[in-house]
T-cell receptor
Framework: DQQVKQNSPSLSVQEGRISILNCDYT??????FLWYKKYPAEGPTFLIS?????DKNEDGRFTVFLNKSAKHLSLHIVPSQPGDSAVYFC???????????????FGTGTRLTIIP | DAGVTQSPTHLIKTRGQQVTLRCSPK?????VSWYQQALGQGPQFIFQ???????QRGNFPDRFSGHQFPNYSSELNVNALLLGDSALYLC?????????????FGPGTRLTVL
């Protein structure tokens, strides 16, 4: 049962434009969400997170938006750079906390390609 | 600091065999989690070790077992390998109670079962 879903396997964006990656979830008990970035031959690296008490969290070029009523979150990258080309995963702790000892459930990922 | 390291990088086994994968956590970390990432899928939680005990477990059969040593390093063992066990196995380390931005993944071990 896929509790976190990323329906776009791939996305191509011109350098300098905005990249928008989407994620839907089914479990209304989820309280905290994370985005990870993964390069080939490397493990996922934490990118940005958001708590359900917020609807937006920003960190430099990266902004995550949360729409709890729609059970939807999105990651915006602006401006997109060639180094942003990677696979992006959204994830949620099963237990809902923001402590790193919770098991995470991941989406299937979106491969982002930035075109120079 | 070498970060999280995993060995071996790649491994090829045949059905029915047993395999052991190893993980050394980032210095100062005491918690190790293991994930399986099949092709085209996101990582799936296998289990987590803390204080040499399995603290949490995902929906994986008993063929998957693990161990954590006093130096916090960890092993993942898989018995009676199936073709479907072919995947990238990721290890993540953290300090108990820390937040997710302080959890680090290793590069993974690519297991191929023939």
């Amino acid at each position: 049962d896929q509790q976190v879903k990323q329906n776009s396997p791939s996305l191509s964006v011109q350098e300098g434009r905005i990249s928008i990656l989407n994620c839907d979830y089914t479990n209304s008990m989820f309280d905290y969400f994370l985005w990870y970035k993964k390069y080939p031959a490397e493990g996922p690296t934490f990118l940005i997170s958001i708590s359900s008490i917020k609807d937006k969290n920003e960190d430099g070029r990266f902004t995550v938006f949360l729409n709890k009523s729609a059970k939807h979150l999105s990651l915006h990258i602006v401006p997109s750079q060639p180094g942003d080309s990677a696979v992006y995963f959204c994830a949620a702790p099963i237990g809902g906390s923001n402590f790193g000892n919770e098991k995470l459930t991941f989406g299937t990922g979106t491969r982002l390609t930035i075109i120079p | 600091d070498a970060g999280v390291t995993q060995s071996p990088t790649h491994l090829i086994k045949t059905r029915g065999q047993q395999v052991t994968l190893r993980c050394s956590p980032k210095s100062g970390h005491d918690t190790v989690s293991w994930y399986q990432q099949a092709l085209g899928q996101g990582p799936q939680f296998i289990f987590q070790y803390y204080e040499e005990e399995e603290r949490q477990r995902g929906n994986f059969p008993d063929r998957f077992s693990g161990h954590q040593f006093p130096n916090y390093s960890s092993e993942l063992n898989v018995n009676a390998l199936l073709l479907g066990d072919s995947a990238l196995y990721l290890c993540a380390s953290s300090l108990d109670g820390s937040s997710y931005n302080e959890q680090f993944f290793g590069p993974g071990t690519r297991l191929t079962v023939l």
